[in-house]
Structures are given as C-alpha cells and as structure tokens.
C-alpha cells in the first residue's frame, strides 16, 4: 500500500477525529501513539528503512493539513522513538506504553494499527518480525482496552 493510499484511506478518519480545536490533546496523544507504534514496527525487523520513514512522515504531512502539529514535529517523534526502540528493550517497553495511551479510544485504536500496518508494508516486505510486533501491540491495546479505568 503507497504512502497516497494511506494518506487518502487515513486522512478522512483524522479530519473526524481531530479537525476541532478541541481535540488537540487527543491529536497530541495519537500522534505520540502512531510515532512511537511506526517505530517499534520499522526497526522489528532489526533496521528502519527510509521507505518507513517516509511512511510515518505521511502521518505527519496529514496533521500538517489538518493544522493540528507541524509534521516536522512528528518525524522528529519518529526518529527519537526508532533510536529509542533500536537501544534496548526497556525502551521499547516504554514506546509500548505510550502506544496503549490510546487503547481507552475504539477509533484511535483502529486508526493506530492500520498506520502500523502500513509502516511495515512500506519497504515493500512484511517481515514475520514485523507482523510478530503489530499483533504484540494489538493485544496490549486489548488488554488495556479491558482494563478497569
């Protein structure tokens, strides 16, 4: 799936969720979410390739439009949290965390995997480790979903 699939499939879902100036904390902790999830699956695979990148700037080109954060913002979310993920598990559980921040949010939660999805679809290959990372967290969201709040 190219990165104008996703901006087109994605960007409608964003424009509902976050389009009113109300919904900036929530912008904000999707786009922490989708950042720190796109980076745990681009470097599952051991490397995060520059189509990967490209992909998650693709989440950050369509908060640009929708005026909620710079997209500059967000690839420099992208690239601390691949750095972060590629130093040790202990971070990587910590990117887990504030992937589950969106767990209590059906759509966000949604919106969070088909953007993981298609981080790992973008060099091309799904690597089992890549498919292995998304399912780890889509059962986390799970869990923490099921959680009492």
Do not use: W
């Not at 921040?101 to 679809?121: F, G, H, K, Q, T």
């Amino acid at each position: 799936m190219s990165g104008k699939f996703l901006r087109t499939a994605i960007f409608k879902k964003f424009r509902d969720a976050y389009g009113s100036r109300e919904s900036k904390v929530r912008a904000a902790r999707m786009l922490n979410a989708a950042m720190a999830g796109s980076a745990l699956v681009a470097v599952a695979d051991g490397h995060a390739c520059f189509d990967e990148g490209a992909e998650a700037g693709n989440v950050a080109d369509i908060l640009e439009a929708l005026q909620v954060f710079d997209p500059l913002t967000g690839v420099a979310l992208y690239n601390d949290y691949v750095h972060r993920a590629r130093e040790s598990e202990e971070e990587r559980a910590i990117l887990r965390d504030i992937v589950q921040e969106v767990a209590n949010d059906e759509d966000e939660r949604a919106m969070l995997i088909e953007i993981c999805r298609a981080i790992s679809r973008a060099d091309g290959t799904v690597a089992p480790e890549e498919r292995q990372e998304i399912s780890f967290i889509e059962s986390c969201l799970r869990l923490r979903e099921n959680m009492p709040k």
